[in-house]
């Protein structure tokens, strides 16, 4: 009994050291930091601004009068990580590293294929997936602009975190990192009509990558990222599927899970 006694308060002082750690670093909930820098990705993206009563996103922008419920299907696009590349200095901070380029295409894979799954796999009624655009469809635009690893894996796989770019925040957040803070993506996107291409909904939002007690991850420059994007994929599941007045939140800065 005594040695049950002593293994429950053993458990009990790590969950409370744990959880003073979190408290004492003062963490803000759902890992959301500062904006990051417009891209280039968005037209007019000055247009955007915070609308946390509905909205998870740093910034978002919606067109005056458009409803929800003139939509039925989505078609998710090719996720474009062109401006992470070039605009933020990865290609030109570690010249002649094709992988990098490779590992930005299974990245962006990665990010589609993760928010078909999030929509497939999510039996609540509302907005289902379309293969191609048409009448009552909106066109899912995704762009990846920014990634900032941590300092250990940049020094695993010997890559040299940008220092320049044309948007200085940018260049912060990746040096940030390096120096110890943590790791953190940014994602830009927008909706578009299936039939005009109207611009119907923009959003960008930068997030950092969850507290874990072990981290079990095969080193990659983007593998901080994965938790990141599931959570911005379940997020516009949650919008698209929800009415409009209720509040998609942040997730919880910390997490027990090891993967």
């Keep these: 009994m005594n040695g049950k ?7 009990t002082v790590i969950c ?31 247009r955007m601004t915070p ?29 474009n990580t062109q401006y992470l590349m070039e605009n933020t200095g990865w290609k030109a901070a570690n010249p002649g590293n094709m992988n990098l380029e490779d590992s930005a295409r299974e990245l962006a894979q990665y990010t589609e294929e993760t928010f078909r799954d999030a929509f497939l796999n999510d039996e609540r009624p ?13 066109v899912l635009e995704l762009a990846i602009v920014e990634l900032a690893p941590s300092k250990a894996t940049l020094g695993a796989l010997r890559l040299a975190a940008p ?3 044309p948007a200085v925040g940018i260049a912060v957040g990746a040096g940030s990192a390096a120096a110890g803070g943590r790791p953190s993506a940014a994602i830009e996107g927008r909706l578009k009509d299936g039939v005009t291409g109207e611009t119907l909904l923009m959003f ?28 911005w994929a379940n997020q516009c599941v949650e919008l698209a599927k ?6 998609v939140k942040d997730r919880m800065p910390f997490t027990l899970s090891p993967w």
């Design 5 to 11: 006694r002593n293994i429950v308060r053993s458990i």
């Design 16 to 46: 409370g050291c744990i959880i003073s750690g979190v408290t004492l670093v003062s963490i803000p909930l759902g890992c959301k930091t500062a904006s990051a820098p417009d891209s280039g990705f968005l037209q007019e993206s000055e």
């Design 51 to 79: 609308r946390r009563e509905r909205f998870p996103f740093n910034r978002v922008w919606v067109k005056p009068g458009v409803q929800k419920e003139d939509y039925d299907y989505m078609v998710i696009s090719p996720v």
């Design 126 to 138: 509302g907005m289902k997936l379309a293969s191609r655009p048409g009448p009552r469809t909106v």
């Design 163 to 165: 220092a320049f770019g």
């Design 204 to 231: 960008a939002d930068r997030q950092e990558a969850q507290m874990r007690v072990v981290d079990l991850k095969a080193v990659t420059w983007w593998g901080h990222a994965k938790g990141i994007i599931k959570d």
């Design 242 to 247: 929800t009415p409009k007045d209720y509040q």
